[in-house]
């Protein structure tokens, strides 16, 4: 594969979901490598256009590239985009190929793993840290599911203590995958798959992006992270009432929204005793992802406080997605801080939530 086109469609898989112009490319491209030059991107992306591998359309006066998912190669495509870049930064981290060597051995043999992707994987090991995404397979058991995913975070344990870095692992199954890539809200996979670089099996991971892509349904990657300590009030108050929590005589404006899993995260960072009472009540009031609350939570510090809620709210209503996140955290051996029982009791009662 030719620079010019590794590097077309390295930057339009990043910017999933963003339309941008053949000028906008070009800029993307010399901001991520450097150099470009709009005439040659141009006369590559027409060619990628006879060959199926993109579509051109007009929006105005400017033309738009997609990725062509209808096309068979463009997986191909893709996977050797990964793997490229995966034996360039290889080739600058002797330690990343000793580490990546001896996860294999722990995976390897794992049935149920399809795919694992980092995230902003060279800032990360700058910071003595790693975080990873684990695709699994779609499996009807739902007990194995939940087994390999407790062995799993038992693996990345082990490794994180031998290396003495620390590790944050989002796993997910395929259906899992789905939802949070098709969902209109912001979450925590979105900002990943703009920052990845697909370590393990890159065709299976592109495949399952292609399988979305050619139900209709647009991927968007999110370009800036959310810091959950950070969410503005008007972005916090408006999601807790999508929730069913509302704060007495607060105003709700049009904020942005964002997953149940980061306004937890959030509640719990910012230790507001009026907030976090909010917890158990939009739990019991929403579905809620295990795994996403377990990676944030863990990423964010805040463990050992979901823990002590979550064993109240399986108290006072409990359900099999509360019971399997309590079970994942003890297998992360969390140690629980416990949370005032009859205050939340109280304001569930007052919420219709118990």
Request: glycine content about 4%; overall charge neutral; some cysteine.
């Amino acid at each position: 594969m030719d620079t010019t086109t590794f590097r077309i469609l390295d930057t339009i898989s990043t910017y999933l979901g963003k339309s941008l112009s053949i000028n906008q490319l070009t800029e993307k491209i010399r901001e991520i490598y450097g150099t470009a030059y709009y005439a040659n991107i141009y006369k590559r992306l027409h060619e990628l256009e006879t060959q199926g591998i993109l579509n051109l359309s007009k929006s105005g006066k400017s033309s738009i590239a997609e990725l062509n998912f209808s096309n068979y190669l463009l997986v191909d495509f893709l996977a050797e985009i990964e793997v490229k870049k995966k034996i360039e930064l290889l080739e600058r981290r002797a330690f990343l190929q000793m580490f990546l060597k001896e996860m294999d051995g722990y995976f390897s043999h794992s049935s149920s793993i399809k795919s694992i992707l980092s995230a902003d994987l060279e800032r990360n090991l700058n910071l003595n840290k790693m975080e990873f995404l684990c695709l699994l397979r779609r499996s009807t058991q739902e007990s194995r599911i939940q087994d390999e995913t407790a062995e799993i975070y038992r693996r990345f344990g082990r490794l994180q203590g031998k290396h003495n870095l620390r590790i944050d692992s989002l796993i997910l199954d395929e259906s899992g995958f789905h939802v949070l890539l098709e969902s209109n809200e912001i979450n925590p996979l979105k900002e990943i798959l703009f920052r990845k670089t697909v370590l393990f099996c890159p065709q299976a991971f592109w495949s399952e992006i292609s399988e979305i892509s050619e139900k209709g349904i647009e991927i968007r990657t999110e370009e800036t992270s959310v810091r959950p300590a950070e969410i503005p009030e008007i972005d916090l108050t408006y999601n807790l009432a999508r929730f069913g929590y509302k704060d007495f005589g607060s105003r709700i404006g049009q904020g942005k929204r964002i997953c149940i899993e980061y306004i937890i995260t959030s509640l719990l960072m910012q230790d507001d005793a009026r907030r976090i009472v909010a917890i158990p009540i939009i739990i019991a009031k929403n579905n809620v992802n295990s795994n996403v609350l377990i990676f944030l939570s863990q990423k964010f510090g805040v463990s050992g406080k979901l823990l002590g809620i979550l064993k109240i709210l399986a108290d006072i209503k409990p359900t099999e997605e509360i019971n399997r996140t309590i079970s994942l955290f003890e297998s992360l051996n969390v140690k629980e801080i416990e949370a005032d029982k009859s205050s939340i009791l109280e304001k569930m009662r007052l919420y219709n939530a118990a």
